[in-house]
């Protein structure tokens, strides 16, 4: 079964501007055979500030910032659940043909975060599964939350905009960094991370971190857009979808 339609809502963070990046996302839910409908699986707007504030960069700030627009809106709509994926996010065939243990162990509540997607070394193995973890996770760029845990990861997001910069219990800084944080601070809070990771990061002009030469000329921009979307679907396997064997 696919993964991502376990979820009651599906969030895709882009910035309006990034149409490159919304394009390759629309490429990578079609091979999943999904499509953003505006409900359940529906972009959010994300955050552009207008300056970095005490953040590390303004990226960083905006990031944080449509993390935490997320979150407001899961707990005004009341969910149980919500999926969040980057528009940079590349997805794993075996997202589409999940085994029922992990199904099952995300049907059972007994979670609150839920990293598919990971840069923490793990055995790559045939069949994925789940390991609990309380390590520091990198990358925000498709992870789940589970309903008890919105509203306290919410309030410490705030916190954390409340604060000088450096505080110990965190203050402005990358949204994976607080997320970590925030864990490291709740040892009650269940963490699950797939092994191996079902999903990695496309190649693709940063939003965040500073860019090289031939991403801040407009035209040169545009061709090596072209060609990094050129690299992300050459050799790329289709997701299966009916009668998926596990690769």
């Given at each position: 079964m696919n993964l991502i339609e376990q979820f009651q809502r599906c969030v895709i963070v882009n910035l309006p501007e990034r149409i490159d990046r919304r394009r390759e996302m629309d490429f990578e839910l079609g091979q999943a055979g999904l499509a953003a409908d505006g409900a359940r699986i529906r972009y959010f707007r994300a955050v552009r500030p207008a300056d970095a504030g005490?953040?590390?960069?303004?990226g960083a700030r905006g990031c944080f910032m449509s993390h935490l627009g997320i979150l407001k809106e899961a707990i005004r709509d009341d969910l149980d659940n919500i999926l969040v994926m980057e528009d940079d996010l590349a997805l794993d065939p075996r997202v589409c043909a999940a085994p029922h243990a992990m199904l099952g162990r995300?049907?059972?509540g007994c979670w609150d975060f839920a990293y598919f997607g990971h840069v923490e070394p793990t055995e790559d193995r045939a069949t994925p599964g789940w390991q609990e973890t309380r390590a520091p996770l990198a990358t925000t760029h498709f992870y789940a939350l589970n309903r008890r845990v919105l509203r306290p990861l919410h309030d410490h997001l705030e916190d954390c905009l409340r604060r000088p910069s450096g505080h110990p219990?965190?203050?402005?800084?990358h949204v994976?960094?607080?997320y970590s944080l925030f864990r490291l601070h709740h040892p009650d809070v269940i963490t699950l991370m797939a092994t191996p990771s079902l999903g990695g990061q496309r190649s693709s002009r940063s939003d965040i971190f500073p860019n090289k030469w031939y991403d801040r000329m407009p035209f040169i921009r545009q061709l090596a857009g072209m060609a990094r979307g050129i690299k992300n679907r050459a050799g790329r396997k289709p997701l299966q979808i009916e009668g998926a064997q596990h690769v």
């Open positions: 005490e953040f590390p960069s303004l995300l049907k059972d219990l965190g203050s402005p800084m994976d960094g607080a």
